[in-house]
């Protein structure tokens, strides 16, 4: 297991997203690779911001304008439907309007149009719901992001660090948020490798009781009944479970 420090951001005084890829890229993957050859790595990263943050090109439909108006960014192809169709996000340089050329497409002036999911009434770019953050997944034609933001390669979009990683061919996983008790990788600065182990084996005791549908207080107590690092006895998990179903 290797820890990674931050890197000196003198310039900016403060750390951000890209200090965080750049130090992966140029300085994690390339001693990794050095020192274990042969193994893939497997990076934990806790909830922070800039370890969801999205690259520059990728499909984000709240970055994206209705029409071509206004800035947006130059987003990369993608590819949709169930023939896996090639769409680019900028007008070609071969369009017949020259002044389009190189052009980020708004989400209904092309990108929705060319999907045929353009409805003949229009759409608005952001509902208030969706605005406000109001979940309700029977909500999927309110507005224009929300309806890109539904398509599966939008779906599927993956963070900067999660991209960068994996096409290096490497692991990377991110604990579920408020769930310090399933991250081993928090507060780490002060203590040593043989502790982040050990709490690295708990972590995965509660995923086990998790998993088991062990919830609450349950949890706290059966954690102290594993055995070993990987098992909790049948006659414990008997127990737990006639609270659980009480
Ligand atoms: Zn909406």
Redesign the pocket.
């Known amino acids: 297991m290797l820890r990674v420090g931050r890197v000196d951001v003198l310039e900016l005084g403060y750390w951000i997203a890209e200090h965080l890829l750049e130090q992966i890229e140029c300085k994690v993957i390339p001693i990794f690779e050095a020192l274990y050859s042969d193994c893939v790595a497997v990076f934990a990263f806790d909830n922070s911001s800039n370890h969801a943050a999205f690259s520059k090109d990728a499909l984000v439909a709240s970055r994206m304008n209705l029409n071509l108006s206004g800035k947006q960014p130059v987003m990369r192809n993608t590819y949709f439907g169930p023939n896996n169709q090639l769409q680019t996000m900028v007008f070609p340089i071969t369009y017949h309007d020259e002044k389009l050329r190189g052009k980020p497409k708004g989400i209904n002036k092309q990108v929705l149009i060319e999907r045929e999911k353009w409805p003949p009434g229009g759409l608005i770019l952001?509902?208030k719901?969706?605005k406000e953050k109001i979940q309700d997944i029977s909500?999927t034609t309110?507005?224009a992001?929300?309806v890109i933001s539904l398509k599966p390669d939008f779906i599927a979009q993956k963070g900067a660090i999660e991209e960068l990683i994996e096409n290096a061919g490497h692991k990377c996983i991110f604990p579920p948020k408020f769930h310090c008790e399933l991250n081993f990788i928090e507060s780490l600065n002060s203590v040593n490798l043989t502790t982040i182990r050990k709490f690295s084996r708990k972590c995965w005791c509660y995923m086990d009781l998790y998993r088991k549908g062990i919830d609450g207080k349950l949890v706290e107590y059966a954690i102290k009944k594993y055995k070993s690092h990987r098992r909790i006895s049948e006659c414990v998990l008997e127990e737990l479970n006639k609270f659980t179903n009480d």
Do not use: T
Request: with cysteine; net charge positive.
């Open positions: 952001v509902c719901e969706c909500r309110c507005c992001r929300r």
